[in-house]
C-alpha cells in the first residue's frame, strides 16, 4: 500500500479518530473490522442490500449544538467520506454502567434474534428510527427495516422489539453523543477555499499518495469546478451507492474522487412560487418528503427505490447522471418537465432532463462538467400528476418498467400531456407518439389499440432479465390508460 500524507478524522464514541495509511478507497465496513476490531458490524453481500453492516453516520446540526444522524451501509460507503463526521456502531450503544440500549433490550425480551448475524445491523436501523420517531407505527418500524434481511427470525419479533423499546422515556433511546458535539467542531472542516499565493484555488486531499492519487473533498461549488478543469476525467462521488458498488465488485480505482458531501449549497433545497431547485448533493430521502404533498405518487417512486440507508445517501442527481436505462427518479421527472443546472468552469446552462440522455448511460454532459442542482416544477392549476413503478418484488427491486403520465385536464379534455418511462429504451425517455394519442382528448377517446399502436412504433421490442417485451409493452399501455381513466373519474366526482 502506498504511503500516504494526509488523514482521515472522524469521531467516535468521544474520541477524534485518526485514520493514517489507509487507502482512498477502503469501506468504512473493512476500517471498522479490520483496523479497529469493532466486529459488530457485519458483512453480508458488500452491495448494500442486506443491511448487516449499518451504522450511523451524524453531521452537526446547523446551529452546531446537535448532530442529525442517518442509517448507512458501511459496506458501500469510503473511509474518507467520514472526514469531519461522526459514527456510532452497535458498539457505541452500551452504556457506561455496562447496560443496553432499549431497543436491544426489547430484542432479548421479544425474541427478536436467532442466529444474530442480521442483529447489529438491524438494532442500528431501528436506534437510527428513535432518534427522530420515538412513538413509531408498525408502519414506520417495518419502513426502517426495509433494507435489513433476516432469514431465521421473522420480522413479528422485530417489529415488536421497536414498539416495546419506544415505551421507553425518550431520553433513553437517545444516543449518547454531548461529548461528541465539541470534537465534531473541533474537526469541522473548512467553509472557504484555500487559495494559492496567486489566488487560485488549491483543493486540499484528504488522501493522497505518493503516486499522485488523491480524495479531495471540497467545500465550495467553486472548488469543485476548480478541480474539474484541472481533472476532467475525476470520479464525482456522493452517495456512493452505486460507486460503492463499484469499488466492491469491479475494482474500481481511479486516480482522482471528488466528494460532494461536504459542498453546502449543493446539500441545499430551495423554492420560488414556481419550482424548487434541488442541489445535486441532496438525498433521496429529503427529496421523497420534499414532494410528498405536492406528488405524492414520485414520493412513494422514491420510498420504493431503495432502503432507508440507501435513500439517505443516493442523491437525485447522482440517480440523473448515473443514467441507467431503469433509473425510477427520470421518468417522474421527465413528464413534471425537470431541468438540469450544470457548470463547467464558471459558465452555467440549463439542460431539460428529456434532452439530456445520448444513449445508454450516456448524456451531454462534457468533460469538466457537473450537474449543480435540479430544477422541479410545482404543481399548476388542473394538473394532474401519476406515476407508478413494476418490480417483480414491491420493495426494492429493479424496475420492469416505471411510467410516469402528468396533464393538465380542462373539463374532461387533457392538454399539455407528457408521458415518459424507464425499461422500454436504452436510456429514459419521453414517449411522444402515445402523448399524442392522449392530446386534446377525453379519457372515452383513448383507446388500447391507439396506445399499442404508439409503444410498437416508439420503441424496439426487446425481452429483458426483468420482463419480456409483451409484458413490459402490455404494463407500459396498462398504466396510461389506469391514470387516464381515475383522473377522469376524479374529476366527474368532484
Not at 179 to 203: F, K, M, Y
Not at 235 to 258: D, H, M, W, Y
Not at 350 to 379: C, H, I, N, R, W
Not at 447 to 472: E, M, V
Request: one cysteine or more; proline letters at 5%.
Amino acid at each position: 500500500m502506498t504511503q500516504v500524507t494526509n488523514t482521515v478524522r472522524f469521531v467516535l464514541d468521544g474520541e477524534i479518530m485518526e485514520a493514517q495509511g489507509v487507502r482512498r478507497t477502503t469501506t468504512v465496513l473493512d476500517y471498522l473490522r479490520d483496523d479497529i476490531q469493532r466486529t459488530g458490524t457485519k458483512e453480508g453481500c458488500a452491495e448494500g442490500d442486506c443491511g448487516a453492516c449499518v451504522i450511523m453516520v451524524g453531521e452537526l446540526n446547523a446551529a452546531g449544538t446537535g448532530i442529525d444522524y442517518k442509517p448507512v451501509n458501511s459496506c458501500i460507503q469510503l473511509l474518507p467520506a467520514l472526514d469531519g463526521k461522526s459514527l456510532k456502531t452497535v458498539e457505541s450503544l452500551k452504556r457506561a454502567d455496562g447496560s443496553l440500549h432499549p431497543v436491544q433490550s426489547a430484542m432479548v425480551d421479544c425474541h427478536g434474534s436467532q442466529c444474530g448475524f442480521c442483529t447489529p445491523g438491524i438494532v442500528m436501523s431501528l436506534t437510527n428510527m428513535v432518534q427522530t420517531n420515538t412513538s413509531p407505527t408498525r408502519s414506520d418500524v417495518a419502513n426502517a427495516l426495509s433494507g435489513n434481511l433476516c432469514r431465521c427470525t421473522g420480522y413479528i419479533p422485530i417489529i415488536d422489539a421497536a414498539l416495546k423499546a419506544c415505551s421507553q422515556p425518550v431520553a433513553a433511546l437517545k444516543v449518547d453523543d454531548q461529548a461528541d458535539i465539541p470534537l465534531l467542531n473541533e474537526i469541522r472542516r473548512p467553509q472557504h477555499p484555500t487559495l494559492s499565493l496567486d489566488g487560485d484555488i488549491v483543493v486540499q486531499p484528504v488522501v493522497r499518495t505518493r503516486k499522485g492519487s488523491e480524495f479531495v473533498s471540497p467545500s465550495t461549488v467553486d472548488e469543485v469546478a476548480a478541480y474539474l478543469t484541472s481533472f476532467p476525467d475525476a470520479k464525482l462521488l456522493a452517495g456512493s451507492t452505486e460507486f460503492g458498488l463499484q469499488v466492491n465488485k469491479q475494482f474500481l480505482r481511479p486516480k482522482n474522487i471528488c466528494y460532494l458531501g461536504n459542498v453546502t449549497s449543493l446539500g441545499e433545497v430551495s423554492e420560488t412560487a414556481q419550482a424548487w431547485t434541488i442541489g445535486a448533493a441532496v438525498p433521496l430521502a429529503t427529496v421523497e418528503v420534499l414532494v410528498k404533498n405536492a406528488y405524492p405518487d414520485f414520493s412513494e417512486v422514491l420510498r420504493r427505490f431503495g432502503s432507508p440507508p440507501i435513500r439517505s445517501t443516493a442523491t437525485l442527481a447522482g440517480n440523473i447522471v448515473n443514467g441507467s436505462p431503469i433509473g425510477d427518479t427520470m421518468p417522474c421527472l421527465m413528464a413534471l418537465g425537470a431541468t438540469l443546472t450544470l457548470r463547467k468552469g464558471a459558465a452555467t446552462r440549463s439542460v431539460a432532463l428529456q434532452d439530456f440522455y445520448t444513449g445508454m448511460k450516456q448524456s451531454v454532459l462534457q468533460a469538466g462538467e457537473f450537474v449543480t442542482a435540479v430544477v422541479l416544477p410545482k404543481p399548476t392549476a388542473k394538473q394532474v400528476f401519476r406515476a407508478h413503478k413494476i418490480s417483480k418484488r414491491f420493495e426494492q427491486d429493479i424496475s420492469a418498467t416505471c411510467c410516469a403520465v402528468a396533464f393538465s385536464l380542462n373539463g374532461d379534455v387533457m392538454t399539455d400531456v407528457r408521458i415518459a418511462y424507464n425499461g422500454l429504451a436504452p436510456s429514459p425517455c419521453r414517449a411522444p407518439k402515445l402523448e399524442a394519442v392522449l392530446e386534446g382528448k377525453n379519457a372515452a377517446q383513448v383507446t388500447a389499440d391507439a396506445l399499442d399502436a404508439a409503444i410498437a412504433a416508439s420503441f424496439t421490442a426487446r425481452d429483458g432479465l426483468r420482463a419480456t417485451w409483451a409484458y413490459r409493452s402490455l404494463v407500459a399501455r396498462n398504466l396510461v390508460m389506469q391514470f387516464v381513466e381515475e383522473a377522469a373519474t376524479s374529476a366527474q366526482e368532484a
